[in-house]
Structures are given as C-alpha cells and as structure tokens.
C-alpha cells in the first residue's frame, strides 16, 4: 500500500468486497464507510458500488481488494484493482 502512494501520490484507495466477477477484466467491488449523524448521533453504514479494472483477471467474488483511482477507462470505470487483500475461502 506505501508503495502505490509513493508511485501515484494523490490517488483515492478504497478497501472492499468483490461482489461481481461475472465480466472480464471487470470488478464490481462494494465499499462500506462508517458515518456519524449528527442530529441522532448514531453511527450508520453506507455502501458503494465501484466498477474496477482487474488486467489478470486474479480476483473472484467475495475477496477482499485494495482499489485506486485511475484515469477513465470505460464510461463505468475509474477504478484499478492495486492488490488481493484477502481471498475468500471456497
């Protein structure tokens, strides 16, 4: 991870779960964030579904990856799968 902020400061990365691998080169990843309302003071989940690039094809639904920002490679993806944090057990 330290060595994709040296290479391409100023890049977003996300961490989250493969949900789609049904395309090809394509990953469909689900990012969830943790937030606090302020009026209810409660602390809510929210979710976000990214289109990301993934060249070799090496991640498969339900591994957990590490995306980073990228020029627009499709009119869906701005995303790049950098690494497989976790594969998910079969």
Do not use: Q
Not at 7 to 26: A, H, L, W, Y
Request: hydrophobic fraction near 35%; charge should be positive; avoid cysteine.
């Amino acid at each position: 991870m330290n060595e994709n902020k040296l290479e391409r400061p100023g890049r977003k990365i996300f961490r989250g779960v493969v949900v789609s691998d049904r395309m090809n080169k394509t990953r469909v990843i689900s990012v969830e964030r943790t937030l606090h309302h302020a009026a209810y003071a409660k602390t809510m989940k929210r979710n976000a579904k990214y289109y990301a690039h993934d060249e070799s094809n090496e991640s498969h639904e339900g591994d957990t990856v590490e995306i980073m920002s990228t020029r627009p490679m499709s009119s869906l993806k701005r995303w790049r799968i950098s690494r497989v944090v976790l594969k998910a057990a079969k």
